[in-house]
């Protein structure tokens, strides 16, 4: 299991679960690492499943097609939605406009009743999910030629999964890895990362690069140690302005202190990505960074990229979010060919 891609790790611990012949099936983000035949094959899967299915998910896609009951928890109470996804939404929003418009008016009728009373029975507006403003600092200044990798091969005992990958990425580059399950893209961030070597080939990092990594699986997030410890092997700046940092990701209040293997997945996401902030680093190795994260989240972790001037090597499956950072270049694994990006490849972008 330990030479499979996360997307071929995420098939085998499906097809256990899945054909255990359940009456229940509880799942946690299923869809992540899936490229678009095996999320279709899921979505269809799950739909006509004739057992019960509890799913938490951020992906659209899934929530619309494969269920038929939402419970949102708010405040510490779960509230039942019945239909899909978009029409939670849609119920959702009218009954915020509802509660909202209920609380206004009791608050101008407290004005001229019984105050006292009137507060027992108050309707409180609903809150409102809140949008993430997150900012990477300016990157470093590096040289022209940010990274180099010259003949790079990789394989895990049997055929090598990639031969002879050479490219170059240049200062404010941002360089889309493309690929089908299995072909070689988080193997070859984590060789460039430095945290694998190559069976044959080298690279180089240019003058004045300092190399951030996001790995899709998080492996760089240990139990046992607490969450302000992580950022702070990425920064000596003090407390507050650490707290402020995760803050920037949601992560406020206690959970600085809090042991780091104990996160949610997307926890985890938001303080692996924390860290990169932390690490004002000018080239970034992006794997899968908008999995596990909720739209919201989602939307703020892009804007901010997409503003951000620094080099990029990017493995993604999220349509939307490569639409936002417009690539100029990709590079095709496991051929190892570069050309151009073009729009038309964001119909592929979720299949690879």
């Not at 978009?86 to 959702?92: D, E, G, P, V």
């Not at 999964?161 to 070689?184: C, I, K, P, Y």
């Not at 690069?209 to 998080?218: N, R, T």
């Amino acid at each position: 299991m330990s030479v499979l891609s996360g997307g071929e790790r995420r098939r085998v611990e499906l097809a256990r679960v899945l054909f255990a012949d359940a009456d229940l099936l509880l799942l946690d983000e299923p869809t992540n690492h899936l490229d678009s035949d095996a999320k279709t094959w899921l979505m269809d899967f799950l739909r006509d499943y004739r057992g019960a299915v509890i799913v938490v998910s951020h992906d659209l896609g899934l929530l619309d097609t494969s269920i038929t009951r939402v419970l949102h928890l708010d405040a510490g109470r779960l509230i039942e939605y019945r239909g899909t996804y978009s029409q939670y939404q849609q119920a959702r929003r009218l009954e915020e406009k509802r509660l909202t418009s209920l609380a206004h008016r009791q608050e101008a009728e407290m004005i001229f009743t019984r105050v006292e009373r009137m507060k027992s029975q108050r309707v409180v507006a609903p809150r409102r999910e809140r949008k993430m403003k997150i900012s990477f600092p300016e990157p470093p200044h590096s040289g022209r030629v940010v990274l180099g990798a010259n003949g790079l091969a990789k394989g895990y005992g049997g055929p090598l999964v990639f031969r002879d990958v050479t490219f170059e990425v240049e200062r404010h580059q941002r360089l889309l890895v493309m690929g089908l399950n299995g072909a070689g893209k988080t193997s070859l961030l984590r060789i460039l990362a430095g945290q694998s070597e190559p069976n044959a080939g080298s690279f180089r990092l240019g003058h004045g690069v300092s190399l951030g990594y996001y790995a899709q699986e998080h492996e760089g997030i240990r139990a046992g140690v607490s969450v302000l410890a992580h950022m702070r092997e990425q920064s000596d700046a003090e407390e507050r302005m650490l707290r402020a940092l995760l803050g920037m990701f949601g992560l406020s209040g206690d959970i600085a202190r809090q042991d780091a293997g104990t996160l949610s997945g997307g926890e985890k996401t938001k303080l692996a990505l924390a860290q990169l902030v932390a690490g004002r680093h000018n080239l970034l190795l992006l794997d899968e960074p908008t999995n596990n994260l909720d739209p919201p989240s989602r939307t703020g972790v892009a804007r901010a990229l997409a503003e951000w001037p620094g080099t990029m090597v990017i493995v993604s499956h999220d349509r939307e979010f490569v639409a936002s950072l417009r690539p100029g270049r990709v590079l095709f694994m496991p051929e190892g060919r570069v050309d151009y990006w073009e729009e038309d490849l964001l119909d592929v972008v979720s299949m690879a």
